[in-house]
């Protein structure tokens, strides 16, 4: 079973998955005799008994939304994917490929117009319901009500009304789609996250599910179950003891203790003193010292899966509403956005100019060996989907001296000597915001911040607690803000750059009538490599538009205590199939 990172093709990274809190470690109950070792201290499979060990996971924030169709969060998704067995189960080498879970099995008709799914029969809800083809057709009917404001709705744009998907019977449904396109990014759309049950929220009120209990509450049909969350503490995951699912899903740990550790240095002593036992986002300059220092905590690569960017918000809410609402205007959003500061892709690629990425990637993302864990980027489609990404792109050069006078071309001046570069008697100052315990970002906003002021534009930085952080960028509610992504893994460009009024995760309003007609003709092109060449012109457009400065690909570094067996940190996951990971009995740290 593959934890699931996200639907949307992207997750908010950094954003993007740190988090938890208690010093002491887990208490409880004794979990009965020690468990037999097999050959090659192989656990042998039994009914859970036997001392099994608790892994303690750093967190840096908090989940905030266990209902997969309205969770934006890579701390969402950790948690999710570990209470919900998936329909199907990714792998991934170049491009991602599927094995049945929940489903026994999925067949396409001949015009691959057709994706039919036949369930597991003994899948249950924890409260004993079967899961059935009604859940599914359930979930995907919330995502299509526009009340519910799902950021998956690019899911069913290209499904039948109707037949998105048709329930044959409870244990077949058959997704109808409008036309064929990449095959991949087909079934992503009909698999790639954790249904909701009907059974429980089917009277729900759909224009508030954000808030719904089942957020915190939700029913679950995986391994694992929510055993206890303590708000900015700690989510404590149990085996879920009415998992009805094949045996070889049963968790081999007694819990998983995920502490909310904002702050990263806290994060990190906590992993070398051993009170925790699972961290990611190690920054590069600790990755050595770690190595050398403390050879029990095991170093993992991940690959191109985080994107940082800084982006540029073509308008900001707080401020056109108190600005123009206050004036007896009505809200005229395009408006505000041909005039607002970054409304000018010439502006964007001016402020890219002046920024050296390869600096920073040289001092927060290489190590003092000259290792490199950091690429540089140019969209938002992971270099790691070899066929799709678009290499040819030469990215902007840094040309400080240039950019300044691009910008002065546009009619920026230092009218009253202030050092600051203004027009029409407004300054060029604007505040970046990002999010907390980010220590990456954290030094990376400085940097950046001085490049800016070299070229007479005045920055302030601004951080956000990580949850406020992201609703304020689904909200529009910033001016410039430091974020990241956790990558798709299939392709679907629509969610974060088409202009559609749906897409919450266009944080800055973009809009480009030719980027628009791109991303709808490679979402209907069922030929892979002739979509690919599409995907490329979409990357090559909106590079030239800026709404985004790409800054790095980064090689996510995540530790693990030695301890732990069959540990798989990939591409997919930091914490894959994690109901596989296990510790030898005369190592278990935590037996009660």
């Given at each position: 079973?593959?934890?699931?990172?996200?639907?949307?093709?992207?997750?908010?990274?950094?954003?993007?998955?740190?988090?938890?809190?208690?010093?002491?470690?887990?208490?409880?109950?004794?979990?009965?005799?020690?468990?037999?070792?097999?050959?090659?201290?192989?656990?042998?499979?039994?009914?859970?008994?036997?001392?099994?060990?608790?892994?303690?996971?750093?967190?840096?924030?908090?989940?905030?939304?266990?209902?997969?169709?309205?969770?934006?969060?890579?701390?969402?998704?950790?948690?999710?994917?570990?209470?919900?067995?998936?329909?199907?189960?990714?792998?991934?080498?170049?491009?991602?490929?599927?094995?049945p879970?929940?489903?026994?099995?999925?067949?396409?008709?001949?015009?691959?117009?057709?994706?039919?799914?036949?369930?597991?029969?003994?899948?249950?809800?924890?409260?004993?319901?079967?899961?059935s083809a009604t859940d599914m057709a359930f979930t995907f009917d919330l995502i299509a009500d526009p009340l519910v404001a799902s950021p998956r709705i690019s899911f069913i744009e290209r499904m039948v009304e109707g037949q998105r998907p048709e329930v044959i019977d409870e244990r077949t449904v058959a997704f109808h789609f409008t036309q064929p396109y990449d095959r991949i990014t087909m079934q992503a759309h009909t698999s790639s996250l954790a249904f909701a049950a009907e059974h429980v929220l089917r009277d729900a009120d759909r224009a508030t599910l954000r808030g719904h209990e089942y957020n915190r509450n939700p029913a679950i049909n995986g391994p694992f179950k929510l055993a206890q969350w303590v708000p900015d503490q700690k989510i404590v995951l149990e085996p879920n003891e009415n998992f009805t699912g094949p045996d070889r899903y049963k968790p081999r740990l007694k819990r998983v203790i995920f502490k909310i550790i904002p702050e990263y240095a806290t994060r990190l002593l906590e992993l070398e003193n051993g009170a925790v036992d699972w961290m990611e986002g190690i920054l590069v300059s600790d990755a050595d010292r770690i190595a050398a220092e403390h050879p029990e905590i095991e170093l993992y690569r991940r690959g191109w899966r985080f994107l940082d960017y800084l982006a540029w918000n073509r308008f900001d809410t707080a401020d056109f509403q108190e600005k123009y609402e206050d004036a007896g205007k009505d809200l005229d959003w395009s408006t505000v956005q041909e005039h607002h500061l970054f409304a000018d892709p010439a502006v964007r690629r001016a402020l890219t100019k002046a920024i050296d990425i390869d600096k920073l990637i040289g001092d927060l993302l290489t190590s003092e060996s000259g290792e490199a864990y950091g690429n540089r980027a140019v969209s938002t489609i992971t270099p790691t989907l070899c066929n799709t990404h678009n290499n040819d792109i030469t990215p902007l050069p840094f040309d400080p001296t240039g950019a300044r006078a691009e910008l002065e071309a546009l009619g920026f001046g230092d009218a009253d000597g202030n050092g600051i570069l203004d027009r029409d008697g407004q300054d060029f100052s604007f505040t970046m915001m990002t999010n907390s315990g980010n220590a990456r970002r954290a030094k990376a906003a400085v940097i950046i911040q001085a490049f800016l002021?070299?070229?007479?534009?005045?920055?302030?930085?601004?951080?956000?607690?990580?949850?406020?952080?992201?609703?304020?960028?689904?909200?529009?509610?910033?001016?410039?803000?430091?974020?990241?992504?956790?990558?798709?893994?299939?392709?679907?460009?629509?969610?974060?750059?088409?202009?559609?009024?749906?897409?919450?995760?266009?944080?800055?309003?973009?809009?480009?009538?030719?980027?628009?007609?791109?991303?709808?003709?490679?979402l209907n092109e069922p030929d892979t490599a002739k979509a690919n060449e599409i995907w490329k012109k979409v990357q090559a457009a909106i590079y030239e538009d800026q709404p985004y400065t790409f800054l790095y690909w980064r090689d996510d570094i995540v530790g693990v205590h030695e301890r732990f067996n069959d540990v798989k940190v990939d591409i997919l996951s930091p914490m894959n199939d994690l109901h596989t990971w296990w510790v030898p009995a005369n190592e278990v740290k935590y037996d009660k």
């Open positions: 079973m593959t934890l699931k990172l996200a639907p949307i093709a992207l997750l908010l990274a950094g954003c993007g998955a740190e988090t938890p809190t208690d010093a002491t470690g887990p208490t409880g109950p004794t979990d009965g005799p020690t468990t037999s070792q097999g050959p090659g201290n192989e656990p042998l499979v039994d009914d859970l008994g036997g001392p099994r060990d608790t892994m303690v996971a750093a967190f840096q924030s908090d989940a905030d939304m266990l209902l997969d169709l309205v969770s934006q969060s890579a701390s969402d998704g950790y948690i999710i994917g570990n209470l919900n067995l998936g329909l199907v189960d990714s792998q991934f080498d170049c491009e991602l490929t599927y094995e879970e929940i489903a026994e099995s999925f067949t396409w008709n001949e015009d691959q117009t057709v994706l039919t799914y036949k369930l597991r029969d003994d899948i249950k809800w924890d409260d004993g319901t079967p899961f002021k070299d070229i007479g534009v005045q920055m302030e930085i601004e951080t956000v607690e990580s949850n406020t952080f992201f609703e304020r960028l689904r909200k529009k509610d910033y001016e410039a803000a430091l974020s990241g992504w956790s990558a798709g893994l299939f392709v679907d460009m629509s969610t974060i750059w088409h202009s559609g009024q749906e897409y919450e995760f266009n944080f800055t309003s973009y809009a480009n009538d030719e980027v628009d007609a791109l991303i709808e003709q490679g």
